[in-house]
């Protein structure tokens, strides 16, 4: 496998993996169920049991956090490697080179939130989250100005709806306005958009392997 497809299968692994995890680790609660639109993704990886969060009191117990620290640091790898191992397929400029950078940044709050649970440690888990919601959608709306990169100038559409949806997130969950779908799922719309992207962009990798090797 060449490099490029090592790196597209990365992307495309690390997607249904942090999903699975959620999931998974969500339906391994017993008192109290875990909701998608109550509970964040964070408290899936706390290691204690309790009340938690003052702006937001809900109770937390995750009996499998060490599944989903597993997982989220499994992304964070599979994340970082898509970007060192795409790097010259997603082509030159500074748009490119901005999304990649910005994408290996939210590669690296994945990492540090798998390493600081958020009630181990609450400040640090913090900047992993914004790691993860800041740079992470501003790589995807830096792609979509890359428009002389051979994969991703074919997908500037998406990677700017993706992107766009993904600020929007950010914004309402940090201002705690769920529109109907609960704040954790709002905090689901701010972290999941850069997931997709990172499969139609693995995706859109193979194809040009694909094609070069035709032509």
């Known amino acids: ?53 003052s702006t937001r009191p809900r109770p937390v117990c995750s009996t499998w956090h060490e599944a989903m620290n597993g997982a989220t640091a499994a992304t964070a790898a599979l994340l970082a490697l898509g970007v060192l191992l795409t790097w010259p397929a997603l082509g030159r400029g500074p748009a490119a ?15 540090l939130a798998a390493a600081a649970p958020a009630d181990v440690d609450e400040n640090r888990h913090f900047l ?12 995807m709306l830096a792609a979509a100005l890359a428009g002389r990169s051979p994969v991703l100038g074919r997908m500037r559409g998406a990677s700017l709806l993706l992107g766009s949806t993904g600020v929007a997130g950010v914004l ?8 109907g779908i609960g704040v954790g799922g709002m905090e689901r719309v701010a972290v999941f958009p850069l997931l ?20």
């Open 1 to 53: 496998m060449d490099r490029d497809r090592l790196g597209a299968a990365c992307w495309l692994l690390a997607a249904p993996l942090f999903l699975a995890a959620n999931v998974v680790v969500g339906l391994a609660w017993r008192q109290p169920p875990f909701s998608w639109a109550t509970h964040n993704i964070s408290d899936l990886g706390n290691v204690t049991c309790g009340l938690w969060d």
């Open 97 to 111: 080179t901005a999304a990649r950078l910005l994408t290996l940044a939210a590669a690296a709050g994945y990492a």
């Open 128 to 139: 992993a989250a914004l790691l993860i919601f800041v740079p992470g959608n501003l790589g």
């Open 172 to 179: 309402l969950f940090l201002g705690q306005v769920d529109v």
């Open 196 to 215: 997709l992207w990172t499969v139609l962009v693995g995706t859109r990798v193979v194809r040009a392997g694909r094609t070069r090797r035709l032509s």
